[in-house]
């Protein structure tokens, strides 16, 4: 069973950086990141392999998010630069079992439980 645990969220100014932590137990190809903005649908943020060290994102964060893993700890990172109000979402940890990125979150069979990021003007 694979378990999935966010941590890091919390307020900040605009401009300011966060980093967000997502530890993972079991056995999983992909690690992603979503977020879900208030009275949003939850959209794709960044997603990596754990054999890889490159990340794909979504347009809205390239260039001010960086996803990183460190496979000793199974752990997997966002960092988060320049932050945007437009950013305030939850985050969600995500994992799926096959080995290809998916920017689709029907496409993931773990999720973590969430945290909140709020970034204020």
């Known amino acids: 069973q694979v378990q999935l645990v966010e941590s890091g969220g919390g307020l900040v100014q605009a401009g300011d950086s966060l980093r967000l932590s997502c530890a993972a137990s079991?056995?999983?190809?992909?690690l992603a990141w979503f977020r879900q903005p208030p009275g949003k649908e939850r959209e794709f943020v960044s997603a990596?392999?754990?054999?890889?060290?490159?990340?794909w994102y979504a347009d809205s964060v390239k260039g001010r998010f960086t996803i990183s893993r460190d496979n000793a700890k199974a752990t997997v990172y966002l960092q988060m630069n320049s932050l945007k109000p437009e950013d305030t979402a939850v985050y969600y940890c995500a994992a799926r079992e096959d080995s290809s990125i998916s920017t689709k979150f029907g496409d993931y069979h773990y999720w973590g439980q969430g945290t909140q990021v709020t970034v204020s003007s």
């Open positions: 079991g056995r999983t190809f992909v």
């Open positions: 990596i392999k754990w054999s890889r060290t490159n990340g």
